[in-house]
């Protein structure tokens, strides 16, 4: 396949990777709809493409170039399926039937009948009984219009790789005979939860990236952003989706502050707040108010996320943050999905807002937690807190832990100077700690 | 990337159209909306006020100077803006080029501006 990408030499080829970008998830969608297959879809799609790149480099761009491209496609669905009823004679009526149902289709596809079929290639790239790896990829490819090679990049692995995830996930779709429809009512809620999750996986895969990679990884938030845009405007009463929207916008809006003038990240209570992206805040905060007004029955997690990252984003110095609001939105998240990582974020909300000793009690419990026997920042958060208490000589011991269990270098050595400077401060007459902590300008 | 799509006319060519002219480009702008949302690509965007609402500031000579609408000396005014955000210029031009206001004749046409990015 040679789907050019945005950055091909030559500027038809420019020109089509943009109309790929915009067009190719709505052709694939309504194309799947005819053909009852994702598979067959995204081949005729693809053909349609190169169709379309020769025709416009031999006779220039045409004036309509998405509608040119849906057009080139529609006749490839129509042949796939004169051909297919030429296959099975017996079946003719029916694929006669079909296929005039198929033309009217194509003529009456309003905006709302896209729309749907949009929304059911979202469902069905991110259907459950797909791999996790193999529905990202899918939804990446399907939905975002990237190709296998941009897909590899962004998530460090060879194409072969991507390529292999698709084809089983594909041939996953198939066995397990998934129909190509919307889902039913009682299904929709645990079906959206799986198209969150991989949107979500999306974004943090590119948040997480560290900088000075390739491009490709934070352009994955985007490729996230953009698909939650579009779900947000295919189901407008679904809380969760304007929730998570919201939180990836506000997380977005923080991008530029993140990371210091070396690369180091800079942690949220430390940023300068006027790096922050004024934009991505509105809209993060219109998008919490927009999923607030839509809970049904009490809110979803990502909605309580959302309203912390939306704490966050509303104070405009660190010292003005709700800490008791955002430890309670951290109790009402451990109560409809708890995890270790959530109550050690409630620790450090209590402990701001009730004072070290409570962040401590939620703390010390999570010591015995399996899951977080590798997790840096459990004795890292600790240390905080039982330096903030004048315990300085078991706050060190904690933060060496941290040290010791971190694989980042940059964040190993800020602990081991935490660890330093405890150990300093642990030296010093306990009533002055604090005072020489404040001025110490002697080297000694 | 972020882009601005700047809504140009002619203020004297909308006045010409039919009511049925203004509903359908009513309707053809709230479409171009909707596809801009479908698409993900869409943060923001309002129709602006008629310029005779509007005002010039400047200062000349050491003072100010207010200038009310309607500017006459300039036939082309800003009558609204979309900010996208897209993977390429390419992709920029294309959602612009589909705004309606490209599609009307001489009288009307958008402007597409690169959003700059101020390094803080």
Known sequence: MSVPDAHSADSVGRVAAAIWRIESAKL???LARLLRSVDLAEELAQDAFVEALESWRKNGIPDNPGGWLMTAGRHRALDALRHTRRAERKHEQIERERQSSI??????????VIGDDLLRLMFVACHPVVSQEGRVALTLRLLGGLTTVEIGRAFLVPEATVAQRIT?????LAEQRIAYE??????????????????????????????????????LCEDALRLGRTLAQLVPTESEVHALLSLM????????????PDGEAVLLLDQDRSKWDTLLVRRGLEGLTRAESRIRQ?????????????????AREARDTDWPRIASLYAALMHI???????????????????????????????DDPDLSDYPFLPSVRADLLA????????????????????NARERALFLQRAAEYGRLGDLPHENAGQEAESDDNPA | MRYIVLVGHDEKGGKAMSPEQHQALFAAYQKYEADLKQAGVFLGGEPLKGSDQGVRISREGGKRKLLDGPFSESKEIIGGYFVLEVKSRDEAVEWAARCPAAELGAWSYVELREIQEIPR
Request: net charge negative; glycine share 8%; hydrophobic share 50%.
């Open chain 1, 388 to 407: 903030k208490l004048g315990r300085f000589a078991e706050a060190k011991t904690a933060v060496e832990r941290a040290a010791a269990l971190t694989r």
């Open chain 1, 249 to 260: 916008e506000i997380q977005a809006s923080r991008a530029r502050a993140r990371a210091g």
């Open chain 1, 28 to 30: 694939i969608a309504v």
């Open chain 1, 298 to 314: 009490g809110p979803g997690p990502y909605l309580l996320q959302a309203a912390i990252a939306g704490c966050h984003a509303s």
């Open chain 1, 103 to 112: 033309a009217a289709d194509f003529d009456e596809a309003s905006d709302d």
């Open chain 1, 182 to 219: 919307l889902p039913q009512a009682a299904d929709l809620p645990a079906r959206l939860e799986s198209v969150l999750e991989v949107i979500y996986l999306v974004f943090n895969e590119g948040y997480l990236a560290s900088a000075g990679d390739d491009w490709m990884r934070p352009a």
């Open chain 1, 168 to 172: 089983r996930a594909k041939r996953t």
């Open chain 1, 337 to 367: 999905a708890p995890s270790p990582v959530v109550e050690l974020n409630r620790a450090v909300a209590a402990g701001m807002a009730f004072g070290p000793a409570v962040g401590l009690g939620i703390v010390d419990p999570l010591l």
